[in-house]
């Protein structure tokens, strides 16, 4: 599936708008993610939230991803 990234996380990753990158779960994509840029891999439980078809999750890495889903990458926004 393709990834978009936005904001800091694209700046971190050489600059690139879009990832190709399968995962079931968020969990999943992180750790790949991860691999991919080690130089985010600490930073990015932290640092990261993952928007699945406009839903935002910054927390719970084991909800699934569905198939065919628009997903990004992005900042997460301090506060509460």
Known sequence: MEIQLSG??????????SIE?????????????GDQFPQMAETLQDEVAVSINGQVFRDNWNQ?????????LMPRIPGG
């Open 64 to 72: 699934t991803i569905p198939p065919d889903s628009e997903v990004f």
């Open 8 to 17: 800091g996380i694209r700046d971190a990753a050489n600059g690139v708008s």
């Open 21 to 33: 990158i399968e995962a079931s779960t968020i969990r999943e994509l992180m750790q790949k993610f």
